[in-house]
């Protein structure tokens, strides 16, 4: 079996026929993480391999997938900020962390393994999920070093690269594109599964804060934060929702969950008729046109298609921008913070931050590092920072301003300007925004190019699945080579399984995603 382009159903009908076993399987991604991850390219998507892969595989070797395992056998790999209670690190990518692992395993982890998947390793990622510093570049971590972009690797002279993996589950993207995993677990807070899945044409779902469980994620926001699968198809994604998505006593947010039984069952190549889609694009009122007025002319050619598509698929396409207040954010949302980042063309310059990451970050990571974290000295976010000062060359590269910025608050989440930009987002993004843009036409639906409407959509915790649609070429003025770019339909909460029957409809009629050149079989 080829398995480096194989989806999850290919890889579970070769478990069940006896075609390949566990252990095969978890060998040849070994295998190609060594050829293409750290050698050949050195595409460094994976952080750091799991010691006891095989002998797990092994113990799976001859049990046939079930309803009880339906992932029995498939080796997935993990973000690094989510916990695993094995001998493998969890760190986020940071130097200060590299000691530590976890007392237990993350409820996602559990799930996992639960189903029969094997815990093939961690992936590489943005550190901290790119709350560290201001202008990180996406898939850089002190500890992994930087991921690169499969379809344009190439780096700058300073090392950083010119086409970005996205971030910050650049590793999770990167190794389902290369084929370095069956599947793999990626974190978001705002974009950071959208944005690499788009960078790597994969297939990801941002799910509604709650429908999976964040206990022992390394935290951003509580806020916002959610784990997500990251596949080559659409159906893989349903797959693993089914899995993950879990009521969890250790997470408050899953209380209120709703789901579907099975996701699979809302999976239809007709899915996409008589569906109302928003595309917010009125060049008629260019301050508004904020999402599709900034790309390029190819990556519009790109939208343009997928539009096509999906009225030809029979959806009805409503054109109209979301209003102002939707996007534009609301009063008192933003902090300011100085970009000491001198390789970032705003060094030394008043940068804005989210009010809500940086307060709700000391209050969550601190928590983390007292319930979940053994092995490492770091108890907070002072610990993190002091550790950084005395390594300025291996650990501050890009600095840690959001850290700073984060240890100035109370870390009780009592502030009163933390307390109204919460509010505000709610008001602005929810209910002046999305609520008010899909009531005013009727959508079921918004599509959003690549990782654009991230913001908008995460403030709200509401769901995102993303499709690759075509490829595009180009960043900063250089020519590259051509790489992916997705699609993305956003919706409210809990509606997960109807942004998947759309993206399976216009996957299944497209068919767009392709693997990066370089990484042939082996």
Same mark, same amino acid.
């Given at each position: 079996?080829? @398995? +480096?382009?194989?989806?999850?159903?290919?890889?579970?009908?070769?478990?069940?026929?006896?075609?390949?076993?566990?252990?095969?399987?978890?060998?040849?991604?070994?295998?190609?993480?060594?050829?293409?991850?750290?050698?050949?390219?050195?595409?460094?998507?994976?952080?750091?391999?799991?010691? &006891?892969?095989?002998?797990?595989?092994?113990?799976?070797?001859?049990?046939?997938?079930?309803?009880?395992?339906? /992932?029995?056998?498939?080796?997935?790999? =993990?973000?690094?900020? =989510?916990?695993?209670?094995?001998?493998?690190?969890?760190?986020?990518?940071?130097?200060?962390?590299?000691?530590?692992?976890?007392?237990?395993?993350?409820?996602?982890?559990?799930?996992?393994?639960?189903?029969?998947?094997?815990?093939?390793?961690?992936? $590489?990622?943005?550190?901290?999920?790119?709350?560290?510093?201001?202008?990180?570049?996406?898939? %850089?971590?002190?500890? *992994?070093?930087?991921?690169?972009?499969?379809?344009?690797?190439?780096?700058?002279?300073?090392?950083?690269?010119?086409?970005?993996?996205?971030?910050?589950?650049?590793?999770?993207?990167?190794?389902?594109?290369?084929?370095?995993?069956?599947?793999?677990?990626?974190?978001?807070?705002?974009?950071?599964? /959208?944005?690499?899945?788009?960078?790597?044409?994969? @297939?990801?779902?941002?799910?509604?804060? *709650?429908?999976?469980?964040?206990?022992?994620?390394?935290?951003?926001?509580?806020?916002?934060?959610?784990?997500?699968?990251?596949?080559?198809?659409?159906?893989?994604?349903?797959?693993?929702? $089914?899995?993950?998505?879990?009521?969890?006593?250790?997470?408050?947010?899953?209380?209120?969950?709703?789901?579907?039984?099975? %996701?699979?069952?809302?999976?239809?190549?007709?899915?996409?008729?008589?569906?109302?889609?928003? @595309?917010?694009?009125?060049?008629?009122?260019?301050? $508004?046109?904020?999402? %599709?007025?900034?790309?390029?002319?190819?990556?519009?050619?790109?939208?343009?298609?997928?539009?096509?598509?999906?009225?030809?698929?029979?959806?009805?396409?409503?054109?109209?921008?979301?209003?102002?207040?939707?996007?534009?954010?609301?009063?008192?949302?933003?902090?300011?913070? /100085?970009?000491?980042?001198?390789?970032?063309?705003?060094?030394?310059?008043?940068?804005?931050?989210?009010? #809500?990451?940086?307060?709700?970050?000391?209050?969550?990571?601190?928590?983390?590092?007292?319930?979940?974290?053994?092995?490492?000295?770091?108890?907070?976010?002072?610990?993190? =920072?002091?550790?950084?000062?005395?390594?300025? #060359? +291996?650990?501050?590269?890009?600095?840690?301003?959001?850290? /700073?910025?984060?240890?100035?608050?109370?870390?009780?989440?009592?502030?009163?300007?933390?307390?109204?930009?919460?509010?505000?987002?709610?008001?602005?993004?929810?209910?002046?925004?999305?609520?008010? %843009?899909?009531?005013?036409?009727?959508? &079921?639906?918004?599509?959003?190019?690549?990782?654009?409407?991230? *913001?908008?959509?995460?403030?709200?915790?509401?769901?995102?699945?993303? #499709?690759?649609?075509?490829?595009?070429?180009?960043?900063?003025?250089? &020519?590259?080579?051509?790489?992916?770019?997705?699609?993305?339909?956003?919706?409210?909460?809990?509606?997960?399984?109807?942004?998947?029957?759309?993206?399976?409809?216009? +996957?299944?009629?497209?068919?767009?995603?392709?693997?990066?050149?370089?990484?042939?079989?082996?």
């Amino acid at each position: 079996m080829k @398995v +480096e382009n194989a989806s999850l159903e290919d890889l579970l009908e070769g478990l069940t026929s006896g075609e390949i076993a566990a252990t095969e399987l978890t060998k040849a991604y070994i295998a190609r993480i060594k050829a293409y991850d750290q050698g050949g390219p050195k595409i460094n998507s994976v952080r750091e391999v799991n010691p &006891d892969a095989l002998s797990i595989a092994a113990k799976l070797d001859g049990v046939k997938p079930t309803k009880s395992k339906p /992932l029995a056998g498939l080796p997935i790999l =993990i973000k690094d900020n =989510i916990a695993s209670g094995d001998r493998q690190h969890t760190t986020a990518g940071s130097l200060a962390l590299a000691d530590a692992y976890a007392k237990k395993d993350a409820t996602v982890t559990a799930r996992l393994r639960k189903a029969g998947a094997i815990i093939l390793g961690k992936a $590489n990622l943005t550190e901290f999920a790119n709350i560290l510093a201001v202008g990180m570049p996406a898939g %850089y971590s002190s500890l *992994g070093g930087q991921v690169k972009n499969a379809f344009a690797p190439d780096q700058d002279e300073n090392r950083i690269p010119i086409v970005h993996p996205g971030g910050s589950s650049a590793g999770s993207g990167v190794a389902v594109a290369i084929g370095a995993a069956a599947a793999t677990i990626g974190t978001e807070t705002s974009g950071s599964l /959208l944005s690499p899945a788009t960078q790597s044409g994969v @297939v990801t779902v941002k799910p509604t804060v *709650g429908l999976i469980s964040r206990a022992g994620i390394l935290p951003i926001s509580h806020s916002q934060d959610t784990a997500g699968p990251m596949t080559r198809t659409v159906r893989d994604s349903a797959l693993l929702l $089914n899995v993950l998505a879990t009521v969890d006593p250790l997470d408050k947010a899953t209380a209120r969950q709703k789901r579907p039984k099975d %996701y699979l069952d809302h999976l239809d190549k007709d899915g996409l008729k008589g569906a109302r889609i928003g @595309v917010p694009s009125d060049p008629s009122d260019p301050g $508004n046109d904020v999402y %599709y007025s900034p790309l390029s002319p190819r990556a519009k050619e790109v939208m343009s298609r997928t539009i096509e598509a999906l009225q030809d698929l029979g959806a009805t396409i409503i054109r109209a921008n979301i209003p102002t207040a939707g996007w534009i954010g609301g009063a008192g949302t933003e902090i300011a913070v /100085l970009n000491r980042n001198h390789f970032s063309p705003t060094y030394n310059q008043v940068q804005r931050a989210p009010i #809500v990451f940086v307060y709700e970050l000391k209050n969550g990571l601190e928590a983390y590092l007292k319930k979940w974290a053994k092995g490492t000295a770091m108890k907070t976010i002072d610990d993190i =920072i002091a550790f950084n000062r005395e390594r300025p #060359v +291996e650990a501050l590269r890009f600095g840690q301003d959001l850290f /700073l910025a984060a240890a100035e608050t109370r870390g009780d989440l009592s502030e009163p300007e933390y307390k109204s930009a919460r509010r505000m987002d709610l008001k602005h993004a929810k209910t002046l925004g999305l609520d008010a %843009y899909m009531d005013m036409h009727k959508l &079921d639906a918004v599509l959003f190019p690549a990782n654009a409407g991230a *913001g908008i959509a995460a403030k709200p915790g509401y769901p995102s699945v993303q #499709v690759p649609a075509g490829f595009i070429a180009g960043m900063g003025g250089k &020519d590259t080579p051509d790489y992916p770019l997705g699609a993305t339909f956003a919706g409210r909460a809990w509606s997960e399984a109807k942004l998947l029957r759309f993206a399976y409809a216009f +996957e299944q009629a497209t068919h767009a995603r392709r693997m990066p050149p370089g990484v042939p079989a082996l």
